[in-house]
């Protein structure tokens, strides 16, 4: 094992080799049967699972991943339960849970500048479960052993981001992820949704999804952020479901070896309809079930890390 960083807050602090390390490890969870996995070393390790916004996916996934190595979660949420709601800073609730000391902490909260400070102080393995519209780095890990399991490659793949790329985190760790494993990333939106960050100058940007589809291996569908738009944002949503909604007609112009996916949530009959579930290029909820072994592997790299 090739030394692992103690914190995973973006996809840019792995390597080539130490991702490719992470998918490997959950290829071979994935493939041993749940009581057949080793974690007698974990069994005295507390994980702290610090969900400040909404999720289901991300931090159940990383609960189930937790057991399954043997670790113990401990969740807590932003909600109505937590002092958060008493009007207590998103920083100071993670510096409480910093000063119990858990082994590792996951956390997802809305990107804000002093909680950022306050995690890249802390000296304790930590993983980003969702920042704000910054990065998501196990959604892209996972997203990455997707497309390798289901097409066999990552390299030479054309990997297309459909919707609000501009505020996707999902997006942005994936561009970092995929392009450093050799597959090339575009974008389809609205003007409006064009990613304007740097880092995605150099990538292809279609206005029309057939054209799009057309180019793409992978089709990547992506929620409308709309809590992280300004206030006066003017999203026509009816023209923006005529043109990238994805539904069975428009993906009539995505090879028939080509992959669907989504970060989920999904919002039925917005950015996705229900019927693409049932197209066998369909998987959605294979990224979900992936999810889970991608987390057990990188909670393993985080607990051993020096
Ligand atoms: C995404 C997220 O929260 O960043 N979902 C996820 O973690 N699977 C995408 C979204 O909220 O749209």
Redesign the pocket.
Known sequence: MSAYPKRLLSIQDLKVNQAQEILELAKTYKASSANAIPNARFASKVVALAFL?S????RVSFEIACHRIGAKPIHFSGGSESSIAKGESAHETIETVLAMRPDALVT?YGGDSQTERVLKNANLPIVN??DGRNE?PT?ALLDAFTINERLGSIEGQKVLFVGDVEH???ARSNLHLLTMLGAKVASCSPNDFKPTAQEWKSCEHFENLRDGLKWASVCVG??I?KERHEKNSRLNLEEYIKLYRIDHKKLLDLSSKGLIMH???FVPGEDLTDDVLSDPRCAIHEQVTN?VFIRMAVLTHILEAR
């Open positions: 916004e999720s289901t996916r991300t997802r479960g969702g998501h959604q996707s985190r999902v992506l929620r952020q970060p989920g949530p999810g």
